[in-house]
């Protein structure tokens, strides 16, 4: 069982957006202000899409965005595309070098 | 270009010993804290354990504390984790991280495979 909890799955239409939330505590998510977000398609590598709650690594478009209220992160995808169905991870800093994943959560492009 | 790349990875019986390399290249590997993280066949991703760049500090999961151990050699850019006293559950794809910040990994490599069964 994960520590940080997401839905299972979302799904939307091309040109929709969607919004994945990643519930975790006071000792993680809300705790820190380093929410991180994986991108992963099926048989590669996990690919970081969002770092500190909501900064982008050069090359990810600004249709990913992230957020964080309390103890909830979201990454939100806008204008929902072929290519962005995958399984997506969000993960915190938990203290003392250590961290915490969620349990992943399967987007669908309907 | 950032690189990292694993190996050692196999299939072990139960109890046995097993040792994981990375190789990262394209970045100054002594300047950077490095993580283990392992992801089993069909699950999510689990840290494994954390390593500062001197190797002053080290980290891991409650699930391999006591098992696992992590060392690095800056000389040859390079990470590795022994895992002793292997279970079925350690079955898993591990990765070697960079670590940036507050982010567990920044770049992520292949990873290498373990397999632990009678």
């Known amino acids: 069982q994960s520590v940080l909890t997401q839905p299972r799955s979302v799904s939307g239409s091309p040109g929709q957006s969607v919004t994945i939330s990643c519930t975790g505590t006071?000792?993680?998510?809300?705790?820190?202000?380093?929410v991180s977000w994986y991108q992963q398609h099926p048989g590669q590598a996990p690919k970081l899409m969002i770092y500190?709650?909501?900064k982008r690594p050069s090359g990810v478009p600004d249709f990913f965005s992230g957020s964080k209220s309390g103890n909830t992160a979201s990454l939100t995808i806008s204008g929902l595309r072929a290519e962005d169905e995958a399984d997506y991870y969000c993960?915190?800093?938990?203290?003392?070098?250590?961290?915490?994943f969620g349990g992943g959560t399967r987007l669908t492009v309907l | 270009e950032v690189q990292l790349v694993e190996s050692g990875g196999g299939l072990e019986q139960p109890g046995e010993s097993l040792r994981l390399s990375c190789v990262g290249s394209?970045?100054?590997?002594?300047?950077?804290?490095m993580n283990w993280l392992r992801q089993a066949p069909g699950k999510g991703l689990e840290w494994v354990s954390y390593?500062?760049?001197?190797?002053?500090?080290?980290y891991y999961a409650d699930s391999v504390k006591g098992r696992f151990a992590t060392s690095r050699d800056n000389a040859k850019n390079s990470l590795f984790l022994q895992l002793n006293g292997l279970r079925a559950e350690d079955t898993a794809i591990y990765y070697c991280?960079?670590?940036?910040?507050?982010?567990?990994?920044?770049?992520w490599g292949q990873g290498t495979l373990v397999t632990v069964s009678s």
């Open positions: 394209g970045f100054t590997f002594s300047s950077y804290n």
């Open positions: 500190d709650v909501n």
């Open positions: 006071i000792s993680d998510v809300g705790g820190y202000n380093y």
């Open positions: 390593i500062s760049t001197s190797s002053n500090t080290i």
């Open positions: 991280a960079r670590v940036v910040g507050g982010t567990p990994s920044d770049h």
């Open positions: 993960c915190s800093y938990a203290g003392s070098y250590t961290w915490v």
